[in-house]
């Protein structure tokens, strides 16, 4: 060992002995910050991470080990210095070992010299360090395996130009084996069988963050195969000239059996997916214990199918394996239970046909240009989740996320595929449940406890109604198995005490058929379940199977299993008359909102102009509410009375883009609620110099000439909230690294108010931010340069967003019930004619049901923006980051999740790793991290060649040394 560490300081001293070392430490230095700063436009890219640095040291590290491997043996066999190191007593092993050791230091060194990078990026964000850790691992194999590589040519070759080139093609053909380029002739198997011999994409792999056994090793035998014949070359070298004998047949056959043994441990080790560890920050490319919770409730074969074809658009290609290896980690979770297959639907017909005609999955036609010819492949990328008679598919743009630095330059990952997959396995695991024992999803007994007055003091309906419910008990009370019970008690009995107790705890008052009725009844439905108390409200036509409907929907809130349901309440779209020449609009839309809730949930439309919400809903969300009229705003308020959770995104501004950018006061019609509650939102609007850009039409003076044109400008009406601007302790933000408020208003909590009720500030702007009170929101860049607005007033950071839970009173306590009270007749009825009889109308019955107290599991989330979940601003947003930007959405569906405590898919989505993006900054300042990435640079340079000068000194003193005679022999 002391001989081969004395070898490898020799060797590594040498390259410090010239210049070789400094010129390709400089080298290999200068491209590496050229490429991340440059090429890849790191603060154009604005995410925390170095990857851009590792994709392209496959590459640079052929050249810079090609150039220092050169040498190695071949100026041995130049300065005839090998015959004497053969002939000494140092084995070959121990030789080549140290040279390889030299060569792997000098390019720990160069990586070393790049850390700076990784440092600097972590100073400007949240940086992941396990996929940095793991991409310098990965950069350490595989530069050592192009070393052994390179010192093997060199050993075969006399001509240093010649080993030079011949390692560069060797270690470039691996490269090229493995690479999108080649893999994109073949189908997916052939590609993947590609991948697994190339060097690249192996690499890929490391450099996530997820160290593989198996993908080590295959640098371990690359580097044992030419290490090995590095060895033989040098032996057979000194056997040259003397006949074959036994000795030599014994080195070829110890020389295959190795050679042999370091390939076949390849096959031996690639069906072992376990030996494997995810160095990600919260392990992330690993099952997560939700997923497998589940899996764990999963009663009946669960089958998850692959439809990916042979040939597909080459961005796509590359993520087929890790959908695979991700697809068959839920097979070794979910056991005997998961079956996980993956079909080419081209080479089964009857399955391509099944999944068309059942499944509605149908290839899709991606067109793929080349330098030659333009082509579309019609190919699949589709998984498929089945569960008893329910399914669910996940198409591409499910499963992806497409982020373009330019029109040429997009960049394809996979967006969060465990949480997809998880989401559609518990979508078809619910709805498999709701079809089936409501009552075998609850864990502890129910009771149903009626507040009804004797039927002599009820309206003829709701006698009708109680007889209905007492049917309706008996039959679950037989169905529940001693989990269901139920009783009637008359509140006005023994002189009203539990009419007393029920106003107290519930808020529950007496009820009458119309406003001027004295004649005032009980009738209320309460379900218990150990602490939790859900209110049933009253069918609106006092159906039994509308009441049924009732009773089941609270029942489903004490059990697990059930797609819970989301009442949504937007503005009205006026449709388009073209015929008329009246174009669409009436406020702004809210698809992607719907399309995203109902992935995951059952969204009901919610017409609050009757002035109660579906006794179905389990969570209340009104965005943009527009002038809120009485009965409107008394189904919100009885909603959240019965200890629902009301989600609002509202403001008093309205915006208008479509003619031309304007922003007008609007009236939601909540304010008074509001502050009823504690809540007050604010008539201004906040700007932050912290904001994401916003094209927008400018004014520019040409000659003359006004020119308008539209720009991407700065713009502080888009408040970019970070992660110092939201509360990750609470959960609701999880998975979300950004969030853009636009025209936000700021909102005021009243403590008084809220003393005994829990408030979370969840979204806060900047402590650089403003208020303004003007309408105006085109910038002025030629009075204002920088923002385009001018700062009024003090800056300080402003709430955006709350979150307030606890014991709610009514806003309508005291007050007579909207429901009771008679609209006016309008101008458009037309009374009878003189003479006619008039009509007979059968009026419907109307019971005012009110709730003046609510439940401590009461909650007001509140959003002061009207704006930020529309699909216009959506559209902008995506635009501007050049992809789909979903960022509010996500929001609102971690709010549900959160408000429905279904943790589990919460802590999924938060694992999603493709953007980590940190705080924009000025260009100043990143010519700062720039420059001070280059001045590390020199520095390193500047202290290797001082060693150098160093070693160079002590190499002249040594051979001073030797050249003078010793003492004792000049005295004699």
Not at 158 to 164: A, F, H, M, P, T
Not at 446 to 455: G, I, K, M, N, R
Request: hydrophobic share 40%.
């Amino acid at each position: 060992m002391s001989t081969l560490l004395r070898i490898a300081r020799k060797e590594f001293s040498a390259f410090f002995s010239s210049p070789v070392a400094f010129i390709f430490l400089g080298t290999f230095l200068a491209i590496s910050l050229f490429i991340f700063f440059w090429v890849e436009t790191f603060f154009s890219r604005n995410i925390t991470e170095i990857r851009a640095l590792f994709e392209w040291m496959p590459i640079l590290l052929i050249f810079l080990v090609a150039a220092i491997t050169m040498r190695m043996w071949a100026e041995e066999h130049r300065a005839g210095t090998l015959e004497f190191l053969l002939t000494s007593p140092v084995r070959p092993i121990t030789l080549v070992l140290g040279k390889f050791l030299a060569c792997l230091a000098l390019i720990g060194l160069a990586l070393l010299m790049t850390l700076p990078l990784a440092v600097t990026v972590s100073f400007l964000g949240p940086l992941d360090w396990g996929p940095v850790l793991g991409g310098y691992l990965a950069s350490l194999f595989l530069a050592a395996a192009y070393i052994s590589i390179g010192l093997f040519v060199s050993v075969k070759s006399e001509n240093q130009i010649v080993s030079l080139i011949t390692t560069s093609l060797i270690c470039g053909l691996l490269y090229l084996i493995g690479s999108d380029t080649l893999s994109a002739f073949l189908g997916n198997q052939g590609a993947e069988i590609l991948q697994l011999l190339g060097t690249g994409s192996r690499f890929d792999s490391i450099t996530r963050g997820v160290i593989d056994l198996r993908d080590l090793y295959y640098y371990v035998g690359i580097m044992g195969v030419f290490l090995c014949l590095n060895i033989y070359g040098l032996e057979k070298i000194r056997w040259a000239g003397n006949p074959v004998n036994s000795n030599h047949r014994a080195w070829q056959i110890a020389c295959g059996l190795l050679i042999a043994n370091f390939l076949v441990a390849n096959f031996w080790l690639a069906p072992m997916g376990e030996l494997r560890s995810d160095m990600t920050e919260g392990d992330i490319y690993s099952i997560s214990d939700a997923t497998k919770s589940y899996l764990g409730q999963i009663q009946e074969p669960l089958l998850i199918r692959g439809y990916f074809s042979a040939q597909t658009h080459p961005l796509l290609a590359p993520l087929v394996p890790r959908l695979r290896d991700l697809l068959e980690e839920y097979a070794i979770a979910g056991k005997d239970k998961v079956r996980v297959e993956f079909i080419d639907p081209a080479d089964n017909p009857e399955l391509e046909q099944e999944a068309g005609q059942k499944y509605g999955i149908r290839p899709v036609p991606f067109q793929t240009s080349s330098k030659y010819q333009a082509s579309v492949t019609n190919s699949y990328f589709d998984i498929l989740i089945r569960y008893g008679d329910q399914y669910e598919t996940l198409g591409f743009r499910d499963l992806i996320e497409i982020k373009s630095q330019n029109e040429q330059d997009l960049d394809v990952e996979l967006r969060n595929p465990e949480y997809d997959i998880t989401r559609a396995i518990k979508k078809v695991l619910y709805s498999y449940q709701a079809g089936g024992d409501l009552f075998s999803s609850i864990q502890k007994p129910v009771e149903l406890t009626a507040y009804f007055s004797a039927d002599e003091r009820l309206p003829e309906e709701l006698v009708q109604l109680k007889a209905a419910l007492l049917e309706l008990t008996q039959e679950l009370e037989t169905e529940s198995n001693d989990r269901f019970t139920a009783h009637i008690v008359d509140p006005e009995a023994d002189g009203g005490a539990v009419a007393d107790q029920i106003s107290q705890e519930y808020g529950f008052r007496p009820m009458a058929a119309s406003l001027f009725d004295q004649n005032t009844f009980w009738f209320y439905m309460m379900l218990h379940s150990g602490d939790q108390h859900i209110e049933v409200p009253l069918p609106e036509d006092f159906e039994k199977e509308s009441l049924k409907r009732s009773i089941n929907a609270g029942l489903k809130r004490f059990a697990t299993g059930f797609t819970k349901n989301i009442a949504l309440s937007v503005p009205e779209s006026t449709p388009p008359m073209p015929q008329y020449g009246i174009p669409g609009g009436g406020g702004p839309k809210f698809t992607a909102l719907r399309e995203l809730l109902s992935q995951e949930h059952t969204v009901i439309d919610a017409d609050l102009s009757k002035g109660q919400v579906s006794g179905e809903a389990d969570i209340l969300m009104v965005a943009a509410p527009q002038e809120l009229d009485e009965k409107e705003l008394f189904a919100v308020d009885q909603f959240l009375m019965q200890g629902g959770t009301v989600i609002l995104a509202a403001s008093p501004y309205a915006i208008d883009m479509q003619r031309q950018l304007s922003m007008s006061e609007k009236k939601t019609g909540l304010k008074d609620w509001l502050e009823h509650n504690g809540v007050v939102i604010e008539q201004q609007t906040v700007l932050d110099p912290q904001n994401t850009p916003f094209p927008v039409p400018v004014q520019r003076n040409l000659g003359g000439f006004t020119i308008q044109e539209t720009q991407l400008v700065n713009y502080p009406y888009f408040v970019d909230i970070r992660a110092d601007g939201m509360n990750e302790d609470s959960g609701i933000t999880s998975g979300l690294q950004q969030i853009t408020m636009n025209w936000p208003s700021p909102i005021t909590i009243d403590p008084e108010k809220n003393k005994d009720r829990k408030v979370i500030r969840l979204l806060e702007s900047s402590e650089e931010s403003w208020l303004s009170s003007s309408t105006n929101i085109q910038p002025d860049f030629q009075t204002y340069e920088e923002l385009g607005f001018a700062v009024e007033g003090e800056q300080e950071q402003h709430l955006l967003a709350a979150v307030i839970e606890g014991g709610f009173t009514s806003y309508f306590t005291g007050k007579p019930s909207p429901l009771l009270q008679k609209e006016e007749q309008t101008e458009e009825e037309t009374p009878p004619m003189p003479g006619q009889p008039e009509e007979e109308e059968k009026e419907e019955q109307v019971i005012a049901r009110q709730l003046d107290k609510s439940p401590d599991t009461a909650r007001i989330i509140l959003f002061a923006s009207n704006s930020f979940l529309s699909d216009t601003v959506l559209s902008i947003s995506s635009s501007v980051n050049r992809t789909s930007y979903l960022g509010p959405i996500q929001l609102i569906a971690n709010t549900v999740d959160w408000s429905l405590e279904d943790r589990g898919l919460l802590s999924i989505r938060g694992r999603s790793h493709f953007s980590r993006p940190f705080d924009p900054i000025s260009k100043n300042e990143q010519l700062f991290w720039e420059y001070l990435n280059y001045a590390f640079v020199l520095l390193g340079l500047a202290i290797i060649w001082l060693i150098r000068l160093r070693i160079r000194k002590q190499a002249e003193e040594q051979q001073l040394a030797l050249l003078q005679p010793e003492t004792g022999r000049v005295s004699s």
